[in-house]
């Protein structure tokens, strides 16, 4: 029997946030969070080098075929030098939990403890997913590749995530499409260089380039359905050597953000078609390497109803916030929705001062650890 949850999860919490470690090298948070559950008598497995899995199986008679639902934590962190001032500040330089992840794997821990508890509650099988390296995106896909949806097959999945913008103890749930599919692109523009007096004897990447920005953004404002979003940013530009000499190359990389997967499937051939024409146009070569690294974040309206069940239950009435808009930003989460019906939830973390995720001063109110891992229970076992 835990005695005090709250200060079992508080503590752990810190102990991840003091020791941040970065995707695919969580060592440390992975060993705490598997030796925690295999205190409290949970089997775990460890898939690839720092996914933790652990598996509760309800003892309660079953009514119809079992079921296994998984709840996702991520537990990276970021390149980021924490300024928050708390005493339990980050002991890695440069390494930060600036985006909750410490939270949200803790939230999921917590669960894993209630539900063992439990049995008796529930048939089929809560199987907890400790996921690492979702910021570089690469850690969903990874934990699929290792078999984390098999053995039980996973019926439905619910995720959780700490968010600022909420207040504490408030669930925030989005209908259809909540998050962005983020893809990466690269673009080499290949002239010829020259002497900057002579531009006929060249041709000039930097102003080849110039029309290719230009032209690119027009797929948003001219090309894609004004009612359907989409991102398209050019964060890096690099080229030319000196004031008086014609760059030969220019090398561009940005992000596309997508909210629906047809308009994700169109756009490298919508931007292809724009740089290929452009190029021609001043006799230029070019480059162009067209990454997808997820997908549109789309969440069940059968799962989210059960959520915000769940979510009225444990948190109170009024508690639960349906969410209008969707977010631009990219949640690797999106990945096992697309084999598994299911639904990513925001819980509000927010304090007196609320500051981004990413952010060097991002802090979460400790009071929501014990709130979203009896929520995370509570769903499991209602999905079961
Ligand atoms: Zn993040
Ligand atoms: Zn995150």
Redesign the pocket.
Known sequence: MIKNLSKLLISIRRQIHQHPELGDNEYKTSALIEKTLQAHGIKTSRPGKTGVIALIEGKAKSKGPKRCVALRG?IDALPITEQTGAPFSSQTKGVMHA???DA?CTMVLGAALLLSERKNNFSGTVKCLFQPN??SSGGAKGLIRQGALARPAVDAIVGI?VSPWLKMGELGLKRGAMMAAVDHFTIEIIGEGGHGAYPHLATDAVVVAANVINALQTIVSRQADPVEPLVLTIGQINGGERYNIIAGKVTMVGTVRTLSEKLHRQMPAFMERKIKNICAAYGAKYTFKYQMLGNVLENSDAVLEVCRQAGNEVLGAGKVTLLEKPSMGG?DFAQYLRTVPGCFLYIGAGGKKAYP?HHEKFNIDERVLPVGAKLMAATAEKLL
Do not use: K, M, Q
């Open positions: 991520d985006c909750g992840h949200n979702e910021e995530h949640e995720w």
